[in-house]
């Protein structure tokens, strides 16, 4: 199969994500009310319908190839291109230093991938296949005092939509 695996195929076999990161991607895409285009709209209708389906654990069980907020993470194309950046929440955002938005385009893309996962991303006539070479943890991390009923709300609330999806 070479450098890159199958369109859409998972290390993991699905998004994973940690409760804090999930409640807090959660509470972004809710709140965002900056849309850069229909493209980016239908990365972030993409990242919420996926959100329906991703894998839960305990956020100290994340996998530590698991790209999450406040991962340092290096992409490649096909063609050698690299970059490596951090992703961070929209406040943080600073393009100049590397640091990109969990809700942006590319943000949203690739939350809840870990190493080795490939993805496609751009605008059309211009999409690029990237592949998660490296996933870093920082020691920094989303740690949030969630009641437990306010993340059981949440889960049914994710459970229900899930139900619903191919209705």
């Known amino acids: 199969?070479?450098?890159?695996?199958?369109?859409?195929?998972?290390?993991?076999?699905?998004?994973?994500?940690?409760?804090?990161?999930?409640?807090?991607?959660?509470?972004?895409?809710?709140?965002?009310?900056?849309?850069?285009?229909?493209?980016?709209?239908?990365?972030?209708?993409?990242?919420?319908?996926?959100?329906?389906?991703?894998?839960?654990?305990?956020?100290?069980?994340?996998?530590?190839?698991?790209?999450?907020?406040?991962?340092?993470?290096?992409?490649?194309?096909?063609?050698?291109?690299?970059e490596t950046f951090d992703l961070v929440p929209p406040y943080e955002q600073n393009i100049k230093n590397d640091k990109i938005s969990v809700i942006s385009s590319l943000g949203a893309k690739i939350v809840g991938l870990s190493a080795g996962d490939t993805l496609q991303y751009g605008l059309p006539g211009n999409i690029v296949r990237l592949r998660i070479e490296k996933v870093a943890q920082s020691k920094k991390r989303v740690k949030l005092n969630t009641p437990k009923e306010t993340f059981e709300k949440i889960l049914s609330n994710r459970k229900k939509n899930l139900l619903t999806l191919n209705t």
């Not at 839960?56 to 406040?70: A, F, K």
Request: net charge positive; aromatic share 10%.
């Open 1 to 82: 199969m070479g450098l890159f695996k199958k369109r859409g195929a998972m290390k993991y076999g699905n998004l994973i994500f940690g409760k804090d990161n999930f409640v807090m991607v959660k509470y972004y895409l809710e709140t965002n009310e900056t849309i850069e285009d229909y493209t980016h709209q239908d990365t972030l209708k993409a990242l919420k319908k996926n959100m329906l389906r991703c894998q839960l654990v305990e956020t100290d069980e994340i996998p530590p190839d698991v790209v999450q907020i406040y991962s340092t993470v290096t992409v490649r194309s096909k063609s050698g291109w690299e």
